[in-house]
Structures are given as structure tokens and as C-alpha cells.
């Protein structure tokens, strides 16, 4: 026999989406391991069964096989014979009503089928309300963003960890202009608790993020206890810096990289062409010698502010990028061939 998805959630099989949520959350809080120290080990096995029940049951497709085919059909066992015909290629004729069912290949005779998720993963979406973390962190020096703290993503290397973490990553997105200067982030913190009872209560609280001028990408800025506390200690929530894309500039280190596009005619006679720092002014960079394709030039003064040493600032790194012509006519071919005999 297999499990009984109603009878675990206490539900009947008329059950409408509002009420499977509802004894999802009564049963999840009650079963959850971390709340069951002594009898921790059974308490996993109901909290799984609990998620799994639920999962198959808030999915209308999920729902309809497990009606028809119980656990092991919708696992992607073989249906029994005279209900309602069997898998062929992958797909199920589900009765007269011909609803079709996809499902992947697992072999011959064989399907992959339903595979529960992470326990911990569905608890946090329904808990968390599955906001996907910070978007859009641009403005010039202020900005106000809405973050919701329960959209952690474990360990962070591709996969879920069978536990919160203590720590809630996020990136926190600045402009190269906003880290030369340095910026004020303020954001918005929708902060979850778990009382006595089951019950979970709700404050917003503003965290205020200040940028120092210089600082790199992957710099952590820690607010100890300000996540949720779900019943096993407050999370920390930690901004991690990101650099945006500059149309222009490339960050390496304290330097600021840049390629800069001449002509043969500039190549060769020299030049003079502006360019606009990250602090909005503009400097004029000057040539009279022949330059080559790939040649580097260094301007010490005009790169990042380094952080560590307010006064100091990082080289501007020019590469110089040749533009050769597509043709030449028979009039200029003789011109350069007598210029360059001389």
C-alpha cells in the first residue's frame, strides 16, 4: 500500500487549495525537527511525509495521477493493469476525459516520474512567500529596496542544505560610480518570528548599508540577528557587494581598464582624445609618438579610490585599439610609400 497523502495532512479528498495550505502549515509547524530535540529522528520522517503530501496535493496534475494511480504511479511505477492503459513513450491517457500526463523517461518500461523535494525547501516558500531576493540596486546615491529574508538558498554551491542556514546571502548591486564615491543603500527588511503556538508574527525594520568609497566586489557587510527566527536562532542577513557592468570602465584591483580606439592617421601622427572619469570630469589624453596595436599606457592617479588609503587612487590602464582602413586607393598607396621612404 502506498502513503495515504490525505490521511497524512488530515484532509479529504474534496479538499480545496486554501485547506491543504492551511493543514500544511498547522502540521509542518507542529513536525518540524528542529522543535522536537529528543524525538528528532521521527519527527524528520512525518515533517517529510507531511511536505510530500502536500507538494503532490496543491498540484492540480500531481493530484490527478495520485487520484488515479496511487504513490507508486505517480512515483513512475507501472499502473496496474485495466486502469486506464500504461505509459507508452512517456505519456498516460489519463480516462475518458483525455488529460495527458508527461512524464520522463526512465528506462525501458520504466519512468522517472515524481521525486519530493527538499522538505525544507517548500516549508521556506511557504513560510518565506517565495520573493526572489534583491533586484534593481542601482540609484545614484539612495536607494530604497524591499527584501524578503526568507528566500535562503543553503549552501550556495548549486543545491539545497537539509537545514536553514544562520545566514542569509544577498548581493547587494552598485554602479562603479557609487563604489568610486562611495553610496548610502537603504533597504526595507520584512523580518519573520516563530512564537509560542505555532504562530508567526511579522515586523519591518530599515537597514541602512554605507558603501565606502574603493571598496571591492565580494566585501561582506554582516547585520548580526536581523533575519528570521523561525525557532532555531535569528539568521544574520549578509550583503555581499557586486560590481554592475560599466559601459566604459573594467575594474582590475584599484586600477580601471579601458580601450581606447584610434585611426591609423592617430596611430601614426598622434592625437588628442577626452575621457570622463567616474567622478564626472575630464581629462585629455595627449600622443605624439607612433602607437601600435595592443601598446598599454598608464595613468597613475586616475583609477579606483583605494579604500584603505582614502588620498590614493589607482592607475588609468589605456589599450590602444588600431582602426586600419578597409581600402586604400592607388593615390594614397603612393602617398604612404613615399612618406615612409623618407
Partial sequence: MGKDYYAILGVSKSASEEELKKAYRKLALKWHPDRHVGDKQDAEV????????????????????????????LKGGVPPSGGGGGFPGGMGNMGGGGTTFSF???GPGGFAGFNPSNPEDIFAQLFGG???GLSGMGGRTRSSQFMDTDNDMGN????????????????LACTLEEIYSGCTKKLNVTRRALGQGGAVSTSEKELQVDVKPGWKAGTKIRFQKEGNDMGHGAQDIVFVLEEK??????????????DMTLTLEEALCGFKKPIQLLNGKTIQVNNTSVVKPGQVSRMAGYGMRISRQPNSFGALVITYKIQFPTSLTLSQKEKIHEALAQ
Fill in 46 to 73: 512525518k515533517f517529510k511525509n507531511i511536505s510530500e503530501a502536500y507538494e503532490v496535493l496543491a498540484d492540480k496534475q500531481k493530484r490527478q495521477i495520485y487520484d488515479t494511480y496511487g504513490e507508486d504511479g
Fill in 104 to 106: 520522463s523517461s526512465g
Fill in 130 to 132: 517565495g520573493l526572489g
Fill in 156 to 171: 550556495h554551491n548549486g543545491g539545497m542544505s537539509s537545514r536553514r542556514p544562520n545566514e542569509i546571502t544577498r548581493p
Fill in 245 to 258: 557592468p560599466h559601459a566604459l570602465f573594467k575594474r582590475d584591483g584599484d586600477d580601471l581598464k579601458v
